[in-house]
């Protein structure tokens, strides 16, 4: 890490012609070959494998991340993503045949291309530094496209080491990064770019989308929420007690799909809380501090906001509460609220507050999650599976993991994105590639066929008309009240069980009912 340059922005004047140059790359079309995509994958893998001490000694100055952590949800993340994609790559850029297309339609060989996008923007948050701005770029790479990242500042030593991978693996025409802050990242959303891939807060999220707005230039939006979790009365206590507090610890809280309340049932309250306290001295036995283990708050900032937040709250403390200025500690903190309206529970906090707010029953937990926030990034559920299930009825969220707290987002290859203004549009996996990809429906239509479609040319005579329609209409299978009109032929096949020995038999009847039928027609 000592090797490096220090962490500085990238001057102003600069900035376009990064952004011109990743453009005129693209417009050059090399990055479009499957061997050039696999050739960059594959030395961006090299890059982070032999920076992995540099990688994981960034997160601990910008995060005290430690190393298992870091491995786990960062370094060991991107590299296993990249294996991924390099082995699904030729499968994923094949073009597909198209779905829904009527017989003499084939003819055309329709079918579903995938182009990159074009230069696009990658802007990325301080959490997990490495997943959150790699991870996009991994899948630009994969789709075609050439790409600027921007990491966060806030992570500064992250953003160092990405950099430095970033010019010493890719190619410098199509692949480069820009360091700075809100003025280097104002000028950056100056360009036009393709496509615009934003992870961070909300409030920045509307920033960029109205800037993407002025361009028409497509977004995918990354953003935070204030998830739930639900502990029925009829859950294993004990179960949703680790397994909540652990993505409490996890990164310090600071991770985007934790939960940001828990909702209890009163009846189950007393026994939840005492788990959670076995829990705590089991994951933390020396307590927080001095913890290798547990991450310190990013920076002061964000340190004084989950400050304010915690003395702000109506709540009684039952757990932790000590958090230190000059170490950016902060103790995994379980307070007990009264009320959705706590300023726990207002806002995001994105850190280690653990607030409990006791309901009366599942409809209150749900009535309850809908007014805090209707759209989160994350939902989880304790209960029993009629419960659970229930509880994804009735609501909405970018994801959700039943039994479990964020669980559904911890797996790389699964679709990640929040729903509504939890964010918009999906990566990872196969869906980092769509990400960046467009489906460009293409038809080749053959000379020959000329005669079967000059009836679309003019003059358009009633006669054209009635041909037309003929050859294109579909037919209702519903009535004036809505009600689905049944052939003979289908009641005929359906009457009976579903069982495959009914339907065989069925069958069976049925054609021999037709070849008796025809060997009396011909015997006439
Ligand atoms: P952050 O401070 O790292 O900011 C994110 C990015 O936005 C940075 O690159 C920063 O330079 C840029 N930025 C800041 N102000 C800007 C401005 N005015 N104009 C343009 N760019 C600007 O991270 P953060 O936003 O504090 O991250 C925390 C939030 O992000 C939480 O709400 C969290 O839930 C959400 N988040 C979401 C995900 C996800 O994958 N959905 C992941 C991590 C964080």
């Not at 074009?118 to 301080?126: H, M, S, T």
């Not at 360009?191 to 961070?200: A, C, E, L, N, R």
């Not at 049932?265 to 026994?271: C, G, H, Q, T, W």
């Not at 358009?460 to 209702?476: H, I, N, R, S, V």
Request: proline share 5%; glycine share 8%.
């Amino acid at each position: 890490m000592n090797d490096l340059p220090p962490f500085s922005h990238t001057p102003a004047e600069e900035i376009s012609s990064v952004h011109d140059r990743v453009v005129s790359s693209f417009l050059k079309h090399k990055t479009r070959t499957i061997e050039y995509r696999l050739k960059q994958l594959r030395s961006l893998y090299w890059g982070i494998k032999d920076e992995e001490p540099a990688l994981t000694e960034a997160l601990k100055f910008d995060l005290g991340k430690s190393a298992y952590e870091a491995y786990l949800s960062e370094i060991g993340w991107c590299l296993n993503d990249i294996l991924f994609v390099c082995t699904n790559l030729e499968k994923w850029m094949k073009d597909e045949s198209a779905p829904d297309i009527p017989l003499t339609n084939l003819l055309m060989r329709p079918r579903i291309r995938k182009d990159p996008l074009g230069a696009v923007l990658i802007i990325g948050a301080y959490n997990f530094p490495y997943q959150l701005t790699l991870g996009p770029l991994i899948g630009a790479i994969a789709a075609g496209c050439t790409a600027v990242i921007k990491p966060s500042e806030n992570a500064p030593h992250a953003a160092r080491i990405m950099q430095h991978i970033v010019e010493q693996s890719l190619d410098p025409e199509a692949y480069r990064v820009v360091q700075g802050a809100i003025p280097e990242t104002t000028a950056l959303l100056e360009q036009k770019w393709d496509k615009i891939f934003y992870t961070g807060n909300a409030t920045v999220g509307k920033i960029i989308a109205k800037k993407a707005a002025e361009t028409l230039t497509p977004v995918t939006l990354e953003l935070g929420g204030r998830n739930p979790a639900i502990v029925s009365k009829n859950a294993d206590t004990k179960l949703a007690a680790r397994r909540v507090l652990w993505t409490k610890l996890f990164n310090a809280g600071q991770v985007c799909v934790s939960q940001n309340y828990v909702m209890v049932d009163r009846e189950v309250l007393p026994a939840f809380l005492h788990e959670l306290g076995v829990a705590l001295k089991e994951f933390q036995p020396k307590g927080a501090k001095d913890n290798e283990d547990y991450s310190h708050i990013i920076n002061e900032r964000q340190w004084s906001r989950l400050k304010t937040m915690l003395d702000s709250t109506n709540g009684k403390i039952i757990y932790g509460g000590h958090a230190d200025k000059e170490t950016l500690l902060f103790e995994p903190t379980v307070v007990q609220v009264e009320s959705a309206d706590d300023a726990l529970i207002k806002e995001e906090s994105f850190g280690p507050l653990i607030p409990i707010l006791p309901v009366s029953n599942l409809e209150e937990a749900i009535r309850t999650a809908n007014e805090v926030h209707a759209t989160p990034l994350g939902l989880y559920t304790f209960g029993t599976n009629a419960e659970n299930a229930k509880v994804l009825a009735e609501t909405r969220s970018g994801g959700a993991t039943m039994n479990d707290a964020m669980f559904h987002a911890s797996m790389p290859t699964l679709a990640f994105g929040g729903v509504g203004d939890s964010g918009q549009g999906a990566y990872r996996g196969k869906s980092s590639f769509d990400s960046f990809t467009h489906r460009r429906s293409v038809t080749q239509t053959p000379g020959w066929m000329e005669g079967m479609l000059a009836v679309r040319y003019p003059p358009y005579t009633a006669g054209k008309l009635k041909k037309l329609k003929q050859m294109q209409d579909l037919k209702p299978d519903f009535d004036r009240q809505g009600k689905v009109k049944r052939s003979l032929l289908w009641l005929l096949l359906s009457m009976g069980g579903k069982g495959t020995i009914s339907v065989g038999v069925r069958w069976a009847v049925f054609v021999s009912l037709i070849a008796i039928g025809a060997r009396l027609a011909v015997s006439r």
